[in-house]
């Protein structure tokens, strides 16, 4: 059967060769104006100092995010720009991992390092803060049979005692723990996150930090609800425990 011809020379193959072609060169310029609507311009490694844009075929508009129960919008391009963390010694060359001066557990970089999220608590569909202590939430209980931490030790990874579980901060929306609200032996209080835990009838232990640096763990602005960049730093608090909290463990294995 011979070819059905259109135009000239042009038949419905070499039509359809063209269209795709057109097509797939489209695609391309739309996924690469998309990848660089958030993020960019590029942002030089070591002196933080912001560079041009790289083989951007397109400058689109900013995306904007509604904000649920009133909010506002949300624009991440506007948010501005971490500082260069001042507390570390001077890299040499771009990809250097980064050494901290003084006390490293909430210097803020490395495994200790957090995004600057809103200040402000995260909210469930009724607008109400998610995450609430379980005094202030008489809906979720722990379940018959199941341990409760709340009077419990809270030992370190050293085996010492750093204080005892006061209350138990939950999740409304999805019904889980993240929280411990630790009372300190020495006066102070901690929030010590639910994944780094070990709960038994003996006691409540971690193995991220020592009993004394509960101590300096950052603190809450509120006892009834945690903000998005409370949870930040405390996550980030006890999550460089587990490579700063001892000399031992910053040092490689060989």
């Not at 933080?48 to 949300?74: E, N, T």
């Not at 379980?134 to 049979?145: P, Q, S, T, Y």
């Not at 006061?166 to 929306?173: K, N």
């Not at 509120?222 to 909290?245: C, D, H, M, N, R």
Request: include cysteine.
């Amino acid at each position: 059967m011979s070819n059905v011809i259109l135009v000239g020379g042009l038949d419905v193959a070499e039509l359809t060769f063209y269209l795709f072609f057109l097509f797939f060169i489209g695609l391309v310029w739309y996924l690469n104006r998309e990848s660089r609507r958030e993020g960019y311009p590029l942002e030089n490694d070591l002196t933080g100092k912001v560079g041009d844009d790289i083989a951007r075929l397109d400058f689109s508009d900013k995306k904007r995010f509604q904000l649920p129960h009133g909010m506002g919008i949300y624009v991440p391009e506007d948010v501005p720009r971490d500082a260069m963390p001042a507390n570390v010694l001077p890299r040499l060359w771009s990809g250097e991992p980064l050494d901290v001066t003084g006390e490293p557990l909430g210097s803020g970089v490395g495994p200790g390092g957090y995004a600057m999220r809103a200040d402000r608590p995260d909210v469930d569909m009724f607008g109400r803060p998610r995450i609430v202590p379980m005094a202030h939430d008489d809906h979720i209980n722990v379940v018959k049979g199941d341990i409760d931490p709340r009077g419990l030790p809270v030992i370190g990874l050293d085996g010492a005692v750093a204080g005892t579980v006061r209350d138990l901060w939950v999740d409304r929306a999805e019904h889980v723990l993240r929280y411990l609200d630790v009372a300190l032996n020495n006066g102070g209080t901690a929030t010590l996150p639910m994944p780094m835990v070990r709960v038994s009838r003996k006691g409540v232990v971690t193995d991220s930090v020592t009993a004394a640096q509960f101590a300096c763990c950052p603190q809450l602005k509120s006892p009834k609800q945690i903000t998005l960049l409370e949870e930040e730093k405390v996550s980030a608090y006890f999550g460089a425990g587990y490579l700063w909290a001892t000399p031992e463990r910053s040092e490689p294995l060989v």
